[in-house]
């Protein structure tokens, strides 16, 4: 501590580790509105920070449109990786039964976290793919990603 | 209540003058017993809420059977932010392919907690990770918080 009794701040501070903090606050980003209906590939859903990897907080999908009866959820995946699957593992979202309760505008659960155990890359941005569109009796759906995240560091 | 445009007035508490902030430790490893690690720098008339916390694992390797226990606070036995928990967790050091993350500590605050601005927070490693094999466990601690003012 200082003289006046404060900490010292973000900084290094001696012989033991102390905090910084870091350069980039929580954020949340929004995907463009997308028909969930299509198979689409690369879609950017986080920009990359130069030194610095996003952790997963949280996803919801901001419902747009729908009509019609969703059967089968959209498939999805996402990451900084090769797979594109270390942000969230490819899963089955928006459920059949938050999209067909929906009332557009409505805001329903997104897909889960990675498992904490997978490789993160810094500097590189979070690529979204729909790797099979929701299926149904006249269904219509269009929706957009919200995911919040926050910004962490590593050793390279 | 509305005001005569029908618009909401808004906000009428004071806004908080910090945002909502993360901080990230420099590597430490956990092994070893460490006191008096600054986490979070003071911040005049103001206290920090613990809102969530991650590990981010830098280093691993062998099987960790026993997690660090720490604790975390701004008075004399640093526990009044978090209190005496153990994390990471055996199995995301054991399986972690670095750099990767785990659960930080807990955010379990004593009830009533007596809180004190100006102060920082200081964590204290009371118990380092033990495992077997070739055990190693090196990692950051991220906490992100809310300030609030005292009165």
Redesign the interface.
């Known amino acids: 501590m200082d003289f006046l009794g404060y900490g010292a701040g973000p900084g290094r501070l001696g012989p033991v580790p102390s905090a910084s903090l870091i350069a980039y606050p929580n954020e949340y980003y929004q995907s463009p509105f997308l028909d969930l209906t299509q198979p689409v590939s690369g879609i950017e859903l986080v920009p990359a920070k130069p030194g610095y990897f996003p952790v997963f907080s949280s996803t919801k999908w901001v419902i747009q449109a729908v009509s019609g009866s969703q059967a089968t959820p959209a498939n999805v995946n996402a990451g900084s990786d090769g797979a594109h699957s270390n942000f969230f593992a490819s899963q089955a979202s928006p459920s059949n039964a938050n999209v067909n309760a929906s009332v557009p505008t409505s805001i329903i659960g997104g897909p889960t976290a990675a498992a904490n155990t997978v490789k993160r890359i810094l500097n590189a941005p979070v690529i979204m793919d729909i790797t099979s569109g929701a299926q149904g009796t006249g269904l219509v759906l269009r929706a957009s990603l919200l995911v919040w995240v926050i910004w962490l560091t590593a050793s390279q | 209540m509305q005001d005569f445009l029908g618009n909401g007035l808004g906000p009428t508490n004071g806004l908080v003058v910090f ?10 490893d956990l092994t070893l017993v ?9 911040k ?1 008339g103001h206290v920090p809420f613990l809102v ?1 916390s ?1 590990w ?1 694992i ?1 280093k691993a390797s062998g099987t960790q059977t026993s997690p660090p226990t720490v604790q975390g606070g701004t008075n004399a036995a640093h526990n009044n932010v978090f209190t005496s928990n153990t994390s990471p967790a055996n ?2 050091v054991t ?9 930080g500590v807990g955010a379990a605050i004593p009830s009533p907690a007596a809180v004190t601005a ?3 927070v200081i964590m204290d490693i009371t118990a380092g990770a033990t495992g077997t094999g070739t055990f190693a466990v090196v990692a ?1 601690l ?3 918080i809310a300030w609030f003012a005292e009165g």
């Open positions: 945002p909502l902030e993360t901080y990230v430790t420099d590597p430490i460490t006191p008096g690690i600054e986490i979070i720098p003071a005049p969530g991650t981010i830098e199995a995301d399986g972690a392919t670095p750099p990767s993350i785990s659960a100006n102060l920082p950051r991220s906490v992100t």
